[in-house]
């Protein structure tokens, strides 16, 4: 719980501070309400526990993602992407300061090994809900497809949070990116299939 704690804590004092490099390891420890020493035990510096808090967020959006999947396992592909862009609108839209400012220092902690495994980790998730549900196609076509609703949504998401901060309605946000991904997704099956 400690671990989560720390997490949690940085997430509140960077938001207070505004800046990476004001966060000092006594103010996170005092939210956290542990001791110096407990930091020490599980983090050897604010940049690895910054890196920590980062993919713990990308971790339980992917998660939920594939919780969805299991949930709408019956469903149409239509109902099942309807249900996984509402759990990342959701996330986005239910903390968006929370994840502003970790996205503001997310380049500056996490190495590039790191940020891959998260992108890569959601186009996985993707393809399995495209491979399970859609038209069979072939798997480069797939992952291809899926490299690119990834896209859209990341995209979309991080718009939303950087820049209009949370201040749409979940439904108007939630209705634009569903148009983008459906629309494209129709294009994309609808054209010849590649020999």
């Known amino acids: 719980m400690s671990v989560l704690s720390l997490e949690q804590a940085f997430v509140r004092v960077l938001m207070l501070t505004g800046d990476f490099q004001k966060v000092k390891v006594r103010d996170v420890v005092d939210v956290a309400g542990v001791g110096i020493g407990t930091f020490y035990d599980y983090f050897p510096n604010l940049q690895v526990l910054a890196a920590s808090a980062m993919r713990a967020r990308r971790d339980a959006l992917i998660r939920t993602l594939r919780q969805t999947m299991v949930r709408h396992a019956d469903a149409s592909l239509s109902t099942l992407i309807d249900a996984m862009l509402d759990d990342c609108v959701e996330m986005a839209l239910q ?30 998730t993707w393809v ?23 896209a859209i949504t990341y995209g979309w998401c991080t718009q939303e949070i950087l820049v209009f901060r949370g201040d749409r309605t979940r439904q108007a946000s939630r209705q634009e990116l569903g148009s983008a991904v459906h629309g494209y997704l129709k294009a994309m099956w609808g054209q010849p299939q590649p020999e």
């Open 128 to 150: 399995d809900a495209l491979e399970s549900h859609g038209p069979a196609l072939p798997l480069p076509q797939i992952k291809t497809m899926s490299a690119m609703v990834h």
């Open 95 to 124: 903390q968006p300061k929370e994840w502003a400012a970790l996205m503001m220092i997310e380049r500056q902690v996490e190495d590039l090994r790191g940020f891959q495994a998260f992108h890569v980790g959601i186009q996985q």
